[in-house]
């Protein structure tokens, strides 16, 4: 829908209350339809509810009540959504005092018929009230806004976004009217109502093509919309949409910083008239809460000014004022090749900011500046990720690393390095090519352009080969097993090296999602870290690195079972020990799955006879007695598993489950068969495949279990019952038993 159409659907909307409103002889004076909200900003849109409100200036109840119920009706009639109420002036008011929704709703308040100077009494009342009070009530809309940017996330960078919820989405737009109207801040007014504008014919095309009141965005609605918006595919689809959510989410940021300083200040007669300039660094100062340039600046003359600037606003988490930053772009010569010390400084220096990095970055984004010294973020900018696991766009994320890693860099003895893998580990993504070895030969490019020497563009080019090998390894391989150490030391060869490394993988974890840094997966990480360290630092030979002994219970040495639940703030570590036999896996996997207990992760091992089985479980409040009722049941034969877990397939309606993927890993271990399974997450899974090796004799001796996203990643060590690795032909099986299990069709799927 355009705005034209818009118009006319709103006019057409008009014209019906003002048709109800004669049909039964409404009053011209002393009441009238005010229409508010979307409808008061003349936003109707596809689906939309009319929500108008019967003002009056004191009539009494009697004559009230007929007009209003009369009126109602032929708009019911009409098949439109109505929002109604019937309130007085002096009612109006008071709810606007005591209802801040109420009040920004009322800024917008539109005379429909009736009485037209009872409508602009209620905006004159409202307005002058609002600019009365705001200082009063910003304070309490921006914990509004807060809170609703911190549930619903930001619309250039989550998955599914909220046009009109999320940072950056229609409300956003609202809000920031609302500031206007309060004379203490100025909007960019224009850029503001373009983008605002563009962002309302994309919710009603959005409308259209889901065919129903939405504002959410949902994968499959790319591909229809493309079309629609005048664009290539899907991918730029998502690209023009987030670009509008982050303009409006830029100058939100911006306009409330703004806000901040001035309740900050509080004007006082002795204030002067003009902001005074506080120096900060040759050619930059601060006035009025934002970094600006002092009438010494000579950007013609400084190519590294911009970055000074950048790392001013930055460490101080103040606003770099957009002019300033355009102008530097304007006006600042490119910077020489190999960069000079002091910008490649001052570039590490930004990197390391913290949270203060975030906003400085989106600045030199929505200037133009970054383009002039970082040309190959184009690559990545607003670029969706693949991974369900990551909560931001893949440009979000990289700065959201950043920020993670400035927090890491005590740890190494080459920040510089770290900070800069931590900008460019993601920047080979959208090709073809799998991102960490498309990404290298450009981090090494750019590294050599930034000035560093030899050492550290080694470095850089080597994280970012390998800044998933911790993370991969950890959570698939058995760290017991010689090769898995043998694995990050044929690819990392110094300790410096591993150090960034480890520091990387957190950092860049951490900048995912919760799920990505869970305290067991950095557990897992960690180890593997200090393990691949003790190799590193005895030479060549990797020396053997055992785990902790876990104690056995004299009820397990007794032929029982023991389970133990210690909760973690993520949730529950549960502890299995038995007798090991083959099947135990199986039938602990199981229970759990009966239980309706989420596996996150798992690791199962072997040790001095008895099976040791640690799970990491979604649930808190865990009742270890009911476990090993389920699990003596299961163990015995008097439940069925494959009963009991029928019909708990993935119910996502409409979207047919990817294949499993199973794979024999023969490079992975010499003393066991490494099987990986890939299959999308869903209760029971582990038991399947331990169900279908146990009924081939086989035995797990380590397993490795974990989720990303939809998807479980699983790693069984397998040995035959009589020990020793699997023959080609007993590992073809197994694959093939394994996949068969898995893809056998189960009620509901």
Known sequence: MTAV???????AADALCAAAWESVGGPSTGAALVAVGGFGRGELAPFSDLDVVLVHDQMPPEVLEPIASQVWYPLWDSGVNLDHSVRSLEEMVTAANADLRVALGLLDARHLVGDADLTSKLRTTMLAQWRRTARERLPDLRALVDSRHELMGELAHVSVPDLKETEGGIRDATALKALVATWLVDVPHIELERSRLALLDVRDLVHGVAGRATDRVTPELWS??????????????QMLVRELGRRIAHLSRLVWRRVDDVLARRSSPAAPRRPSLTALAPGVALAAGEVVLDAKAR????????????VEAAERDVVLAPPTAARLARECPPLPVPWPAEARDLLVRLLASGSGL?????????????????PEWERIRLLPHASAIHRFTVDRHVVETCIEAAALIRRVDRPDVLMVAALLHDIGKGSLTEHSVAGEPIAR????????????????????????????????RDPDDPMTVGTVVDRIKTRQALDLLTALTEADARAASPKAWSSWRAGLILDL????????????????????PVEIPKAVRKGGVSFAVEEVADGTRLTAIAQDRVGLLSDLSASVAMERLRIRAARAWFQDGYGITVFDLAEQGIDPARLRLTFDGVA??????????????????GKAPLAPSVDVRPEASDLATVLEVRTTDRPGVVYLVCAALADLDIAVRSAHVGTLGPQAVDVFYLQESSAGSLSDRRAAEASHAVRKALEAPRDGA
């Open 5 to 11: 159409e818009r118009a006319e659907r709103t006019a």
């Open 224 to 237: 229809d919309l493309a079309p629609l918006l005048g664009v290539a595919d899907d991918r730029a689809a």
């Open 299 to 310: 950007p013609a003359q400084d190519p590294v000014l911009l970055l000074r600037a950048a």
């Open 358 to 374: 975030l906003h400085t970055w989106e600045t030199l984004e929505e200037t133009g500046a970054l383009q002039g010294f970082l």
């Open 445 to 476: 490019r750019i590294a050599t352009r930034m000035g560093f020497d030899a050492d550290g563009v080694d470095l850089i080019a080597q994280l970012v080969r390998w800044h998933l090998l911790l993370s991969e390894t950890a959570t698939t």
């Open 529 to 548: 870290s200090r393990r691949t360290d003790a190799a590193l630092s005895s030479g060549s030979s990797l020396p053997p690195v055992e785990s902790a």
């Open 636 to 653: 015995s034969g008097r439940l069925d598993p494959a009963t009991r877990l029928r019909g708990r397939a993935d119910s996502r309606a």
